[in-house]
């Protein structure tokens, strides 16, 4: 199997405990950081849209808000993959409840709010990007088999891609089957070369063996309770500056991450 | 722009919507010009309008194995896998290549969320799912996917593409790029979408959904009818299959316009065309056929219809064929490619059913009614919400740009 190598020009990150991925270096690093404001600010989506944006649009813009200025890119070029496990679940709970009780009175913005990429669709308009867009899913293996099609558009195009993975918190009774009980989203801004954006060099390998790697504390039970959180193992890596890490990409595959320092 | 592309294989492929099970079935409806659509007769509480439905799906039962997938949705699938052969096709490449060498990648816009809503019409009384529907696979956006993958046994990388209404166009896209990098050698796309509440209240609040079967391109049309397909392909690299036709090229492009309309000039549905026929290697004068997305939505059809008499000249044929499935919304990419092919393969240029008052803004490429005549190069247009815009390229087995 043949190594995907990528670099790293910027990363985003917001949970309700995290307000971004320095916030999540110093907690790894044994500090209490400064809790976020309760919703992302999503700075990047301009003010009616913001307003108007349900909560699942608004993390994911933050944590890409967050990766492409890191990255100093122009967002407008950049093609987008936005994952996520369960979509909107606030809003699949409104339009099931609402079809249940009253079908004709289903609200229009929020139909249109439902569909899977609405979050990319979002990002583009925000940005004025024209470049390829993408929304996916992989139930639990969301960020890993994201990962996986962010590596493939940025090697076989040779082109930066921005990569998202967030979900934001069910409601019962949705929350029994989701198990998404914490908001968390993350991003990468992914590039074929290095540069001097460069933060790290990652070496992707598809494995057939399942092990995701454990996580300690304090970060242990995060993905139960999210899961884009599976990204953590990675985004430690990236913390940290070096290591291995193992995700899984689907049910029977698994994607080792090796990190190398930049040249 | 992109560089010229090395065509795939599609060494098999199938459809099953409104308008029959399997290709054989498709063929014939496309021949006679005969529509799928019929009064709704699906929806919980009544809407009028009419709906693509899909005969014989509340039969087909799942194996026993796969019974926890059980849903509408992967009844669906289960009941298109079934046709023309596909399920024995894709054994046989998991045979020659090993099931984790193929990947998994399908489109859908709202998977099996019937199954959530019939969740919530039957809550138990504390307010929980009922046992039975206490299934968390089937009631994500992964549903159909993670399905299909037990179903065929692949091992490989396996992902939801949901785009809306270019889903499973897209899906063609990310099969090339995983086998030009060699992380597969083989691919299963397509899509799968079902009727619902969802789509039919939604589309109905949004003032898309008609009350007459859906016009497309029809200077009288006012809105969509919404069906329900399941379709599939495999793809493979073109040197193993020398004789089956092929993927030319595909484009991908955002409108960075609106969430629910198109670009006033079609910019995003521009930019997936144009990279389409760079990656392709063709001119727009090589394309015999477009299948166009043609929803029948006011919008859609003024935009595309400019977008063809601007592209191409008056030999290059086009039309809508969502006349006879329905809007099939996250299936439509994979059925009108199915369309495209055998465009291809029998010579039909299907006819624009329900346009029997063309637009004035329709050029000289539509073909309002059944043509016969050979068939190289088809192309395949697919739009969804968001502003995502897709292209794919289809030509006979050897042809050379």
Redesign the interface.
Known sequence: MNTLRVYVEGVGLWSPQLADFAAFTSLLAGSMPTLPATRPGAATLPPNERRRAPESVLLAAEVAGQAITMSGRDPATLACVFASAHGDQPITDYMCATLAQAPAELSPIRFHNSVHNAAVGYWTIATGCLAPSTAVAAQRFSFGAGLLEAVSQVLAEQQPVLLTCSDTAGTQPLLEVTGCSQPFGCALVLVPGASAASLARLDLTLTPRLICTELAEPLAGWREANASAAALPLLTLLARGHGRCQLDAAATLGLQIDMGSIA | M?ALMTPLAITAYTATSAIGHGLAAQLDALRHERSGLRPNDF???P?DCWVGRVDGVEDASLPAALAAWECRNNRLTWLGLNQDGFLDRVHAARERYG??RIALLLGT?TAS?GA??E???R?DPD???ADDM????I????SL??FA?AALGL??????????CSSSA?VF??A???I????VDAAVVGGVDTLC??VL???????LVSSVPCRPFDAARNGISIGEAAGFALLERADVAPAAPQLLGYG?????????TPHPDG??AE?ALRDALARAGLDAAQVDYINLHGTASLKNDEVEAALVSRSFPARTRASSTKGFTGHTLGAAGIVEATIALQAIEHGLIPGNLGGSTPDPICGEQFAWHNEQQRVDVALSNSF?????NACLAFARAGFAA
């Open positions: 992109p929806s919980s509480a809407l099931a984790g816009s969320i959530t809503e969740a919530y019409r809550l307010g929980g799912f206490l299934r968390p696979a009631h994500a956006p992964h996917v993670g993958a091992e490989g990388p396996c992902l939801t593409i949901s785009t809306a897209k896209a990310s090339e790029r995983m030009r990098l060699g992380l509440d969802s209240f939604g589309f109905n609040a949004l003032e991908e492009a955002s409108d960075a316009h609106h969430m629910s910019l995003g930019l969804g919400f968001g502003g995502n």
